[in-house]
């Protein structure tokens, strides 16, 4: 069983930024295991939607539309994190943001496809409001 674990977000204003944390542990985190994490939220009344991932490697990230340029997502494998850079937040970036973890190769080209993922963490609020 993988454990994820977000932290981070918090109240911002309009045009701010704030940065994600999914911190990974557990008992398949054995040598040789490697795993591809995405990000995806979810605001009150709409569906979940994925907002970015990136494989085990680092080599292969994705986003949607609405947040190129603006998020940035990165690992460290040795710390077993990722973490989600957002900048110039909006206030429809206001969700509750979750990583989730996709057992895969460490070259697999990620997918922000939310039936791919294995283990969900609780997820974290984020809120965009002046």
């Known amino acids: 069983q993988l454990q994820l674990v977000e932290s981070g977000g918090g109240l911002v204003q309009p045009g701010g930024s704030l940065r994600l944390s999914c911190a990974a542990s557990?008992?398949?985190?054995?040598?040789?295991?490697?795993?591809?994490i995405g990000w995806f939220r979810q605001a009150p009344g709409k569906e979940r939607e994925g907002v970015s991932c990136?494989?085990?490697?680092?080599?292969?990230?994705n986003y949607r539309d609405s947040v190129k340029g603006r998020f940035t997502i990165s690992r460290d494998n040795a710390k077993n994190t990722v973490y989600l850079q957002m900048n110039s937040l909006k206030p429809e970036d206001t969700a509750i943001y979750y990583c989730?973890?996709?057992?895969?190769?460490?070259?697999?080209?990620?997918?922000?496809?939310?039936?791919?993922?294995?283990?969900w963490g609780q997820g974290t609020q984020v809120t965009v409001s002046s």
């Open positions: 990136i494989n085990y490697s680092g080599g292969s990230t």
């Open positions: 989730a973890a996709q057992m895969t190769t460490a070259q697999a080209l990620c997918v922000i496809t939310e039936w791919e993922y294995d283990y």
């Open positions: 557990g008992l398949t985190l054995a040598y040789g295991d490697t795993y591809a």
